[in-house]
């Protein structure tokens, strides 16, 4: 079934561990390849310090915190915890087994109503792990279903008249688990191509797909494709993609065969070992979470112009992606707008355009957050969400279950993320280059990718037809 609707998102769920004093916990090999702000839980409400840790080995459905007073800091009379910040996916008070507070049977203790409380909580899902007293150190272990991924969500710690909130980590994403995030870094400021690649690499992806090459057409390695720059409405560093056509500096890799369009672009890891996890393998299901912002007055053209692809690695039939989130505009620039595109080479059942005319103006200039979840079969699911973040609307909403999400003969599909985009008539090999008249410098920002996994493959490596 094919439909354009409002949805929730899904969650899944992992063990936590909020230890005392700022300290961590080693990380399982799960969380291997987390990014430093997705591995360090390090919290600090100001009377309590809480840091997370990664899922316990023996039972992963249990979620451990232990909250720590600060010295002249009053005794905590509850903790409450957001359970809703994925949704309908994620899960409820009715997903809690059981609850222990310092070991003793706390299950009786804990409720879904806030009651005469000072915490101001917005959400209507959510668990309060009441009567705590005093102590000086409340180890809460949460036991759920089943399990749920790593997500941010907000916390509540209760003592005397005061109600401290803090961002922490909760569970998500039902039946899934956190398989890699990443966003940049301020070490990377003014950085080459090949530290940033290296950076990429620790967590799953690569930069190598760009024009910081010679020898070729459309190459400069001495150009700023990507760097890391301090954005101003997340306070933080992101990663920005430029694409050049004045001077003519990008090209596709400086290949001599497609001089006929321009790459910027990074990936999930050409590696399907080491790093299945990030990849789309044949049956699992995979959840793709990243922010972007397109430049004020981006202007596509009547070609093509990607900004993320999901694409067979390879297989006789990689030659176009699968799916492609893709800007796009009449011949005179007027009607831009977001497309999705759908292909599969070597079968009649590529879907060609499943969402247009999304007005791209409500992009520009602006963050927005996207969702994807994907089964990886022929007679697979596609679905795309995308909220802008300072005000929370739904800019696309889209979702297929009867959808073709798999190329015969491959062994994984990557997702892909930066400016890929036809000179729309013009080559790099002509003097002057004769592109679109429209083609100008552009940027893209992004931030923020996570990846999670469901029913992940044990023969990852293994080809299907």
């Not at 987390?34 to 390090?42: E, K, N, R, V």
Request: a neutral charge.
């Amino acid at each position: 079934m094919k439909s354009l609707r409002k949805t929730g998102t899904t969650v899944v769920a992992l063990t936590m561990l909020v230890f005392a004093c700022g300290t961590k916990s080693p990380l399982s090999k799960e969380l291997t390849g987390l990014s430093p702000a997705a591995q360090s839980g390090a919290v600090n409400t100001g009377a309590y310090n809480i840091s997370l840790a990664a899922p316990s080995d023996n039972d992963n459905t249990v979620w451990t915190y232990t909250i720590t007073k600060n010295d002249q800091a009053k005794d905590a009379s509850y903790f409450i915890l957001d359970l809703g910040n994925r949704g309908a996916e994620g899960p409820t008070f009715a997903n809690i087994v059981s609850a222990k507070v310092n070991g003793a049977d706390w299950t009786g203790k804990i409720t879904n109503t806030s009651g005469n409380t000072a915490c101001d909580i917005p959400s209507a899902n959510f668990v309060k792990v009441d009567g705590l007293g005093a102590a000086d150190q409340y180890v809460i272990e949460l036991k759920l279903d089943t399990i749920y991924s790593r997500v941010k969500t907000t916390g509540w710690i209760k003592s005397g008249a005061s109600c401290a909130q803090q961002v922490m980590d909760g569970p998500g994403y039902r039946g899934y688990q956190l398989s890699s995030a990443m966003e940049s870094d301020a070490a990377l400021q003014d950085k080459p191509y090949n530290d940033i690649n290296t950076y990429m690499k620790k967590f799953g992806f690569d930069y190598t797909e760009n024009p910081h090459c010679t020898g070729g057409y459309g190459g400069d390695p001495n150009g700023v494709h990507c760097a890391a720059e301090l954005d101003p409405y997340f306070n933080k560093y992101v990663f920005r993609f430029n694409i050049h056509i004045d001077p003519v500096i990008d090209g596709d890799r400086c290949s001599s065969g497609t001089v006929d369009r321009q790459r910027n672009e990074m990936k999930s890891a050409t590696n399907n070992t080491t790093w299945a996890k990030v990849q789309g393998n044949w049956d699992e299901w995979q959840i793709l979470e990243w922010k972007f912002r397109l430049a004020p007055g981006f202007q596509p053209t009547t070609s093509f112009c990607h900004i993320h692809q999901l694409k067979a690695q390879d297989g006789p039939y990689n030659g176009s992606p699968l799916i492609t989130i893709t800007p796009r505009a009449n011949s005179n620039g007027s009607n831009k707008r977001i497309q999705i595109i759908h292909s599969v080479d070597g079968a009649s059942t590529g879907k060609g355009t499943i969402v247009d005319n999304i007005p791209l103006s409500d992009f520009e200039g602006e963050w927005v957050q996207v969702k994807e979840e994907v089964h990886y079969t022929h007679n697979g699911s596609y679905s795309c969400k995308i909220v802008r973040v300072r005000d929370g609307k739904v800019l696309l909403d889209f979702k297929d279950d009867n959808i073709d999400m798999w190329r015969k003969g491959s062994s994984y599909i990557r997702n892909k993320y930066g400016i890929y985009r036809s000179l729309a008539g013009g080559k790099l090999n002509q003097n002057p280059v004769g592109q679109s008249p429209l083609l100008k410098n552009e940027s893209l920002w992004l931030t923020d990718f996570r990846v999670y996994e469901k029913n992940p493959n044990p023969n990852p490596t293994a080809v299907h037809d």
